[in-house]
């Protein structure tokens, strides 16, 4: 039985810090994650993904949250998205990521989100 914990608690560690370890690893993945915190709301965990300073998170956070409240609690409607493409320029640390989004109107329209590899993180470099 002790032994049954002690492979258990093992497999618990390695799955939370393999969880913890992948965000930002790569630029689709910040992409989604991005636009998944965008589609909850959560404008706050949206701009962590940005490559903003913490002063301009904060007020960029404070203006959408005031703006969603005037538009019935949702900034914009995102319905659903694809990931496209993604361009890798490790040298230069930077990204590309074609994305399709649909909004609560079934319209779609495919966007380019450029990112840059900031202190080993990838992140979006203009989010508007």
């Keep these: 039985m002790k032994k049954l914990m002690t492979i258990t608690l093992v497999c618990a560690i390695a799955f939370v810090i393999a969880a913890c370890s992948s965000g930002g690893s790569e630029p689709k993945t910040v992409v989604e994650d991005y636009i998944t915190a965008l589609q909850k709301g959560n404008y706050q ?25 005037q538009e019935d609690g949702q900034l914009t ?26 909004n609560d109107k079934d319209e779609t329209n ?8 900031h202190d080993g993180k990838w992140l979006l470099k203009d989010a508007k």
Aim: with cysteine; net charge negative.
């Design 45 to 69: 965990e949206a701009l962590e993904y940005c490559n903003y300073t913490q002063e301009e998170k904060e007020k960029l956070a404070a203006l959408l949250e005031e703006k969603a409240k």
């Design 77 to 102: 409607a995102l319905k659903s998205f694809k990931i496209i493409d993604q361009q890798i320029d490790e040298e230069a640390g930077t990204a590309v990521v074609t994305v399709s989004v649909t």
């Design 110 to 117: 495919e966007r380019k989100l450029s990112l840059v590899k």
